[in-house]
C-alpha cells in the first residue's frame, strides 16, 4: 500500500471540515470506528458541529474565535466570528492564488465574507504548501514559517473539542486530525528562532 503523504492528509481533514462525509469516507472509517456509522446521523452530525452556531453542540471551527476562547469549569465559551478575522492569512493566500471558494465546501461553510481562517481553509492551503515543498530547497523553511505563525494551539483545542464529542463521527475526525497535527509538527520542527519572514519571502 502506498505512503499518505502528510499532504494527502492535510487535505483529506480539510474535506471531512468543509463537507458532510458519504458513503465512501464512513467505509474507509469504518475500522477505526469500531461500530458501523449511520450516514444520516453522521451527516446530520457534520451540520450540527461544524455548520450551525444554533444546534447547541456547535464547534466553531475558526482559528481567531477559538484562540479567545475561555473556559469555565467544564464549558467553553467562545466569541462570535468576525468576517474580517481571517485577514491576517490573505497574504499568504495571495502570494500563490488560493481561493478558498474553490474548494467545494459546503454552502454553509463556503457563503460570502466566512473568516479565512476555517481550519477546513488552512488545511487545505496548508495541503498545497506541502506539496510544493516537496519539489522546492526553500519550501520546508515555508511550511516551518506557517506552522509557527498560524497552525498553533486552535487548532489542538479544536481536535481536542472534536474528540470529545457525543457523535463517533465527530470524534474520528478529532481524532484524525489531532494525530495529523502531531505528524506534520515532527516533520517540519519549529527552528529556535522564528524570523517571522513575511508570506511572500517565504513561499517565493
Known sequence: MPEVTLAARAGAAARMLLAPPDAALLAALAPAAGTPLELE??????????????????????????????RLEEFWHFPPPRYDGGDVL??????????????GADP??????RPLDHAGFVLAFLAGLLEAAAGEPAGPAAVR???AGYFGGW??????????????YIGLVGEGLAEFAA??????????????????????
Open 90 to 103: 490573505r497574504p499568504w493566500y495571495d502570494a500563490v492564488g488560493f481561493d478558498p471558494a474553490t474548494l
Open 41 to 70: 446521523r453522521a451527516r446530520q452530525d457534520f451540520y450540527d458541529f461544524l455548520c450551525v452556531p444554533q444546534s447547541g453542540c456547535y464547534i466553531p471551527p475558526y482559528a481567531h474565535v477559538l484562540g479567545r476562547g475561555e
Open 155 to 168: 487548532i489542538d483545542l479544536l481536535a481536542e473539542l472534536l474528540t470529545l464529542s457525543e457523535s463517533r
Open 145 to 147: 514559517g506557517f506552522l
Open 108 to 113: 454553509l461553510i463556503a457563503g460570502p465574507n
Open 183 to 204: 505528524d506534520v509538527r515532527d516533520a517540519f520542527p519549529e527552528p529556535e528562532e522564528v524570523s517571522g519572514a513575511s508570506a511572500e519571502e517565504a513561499v517565493s
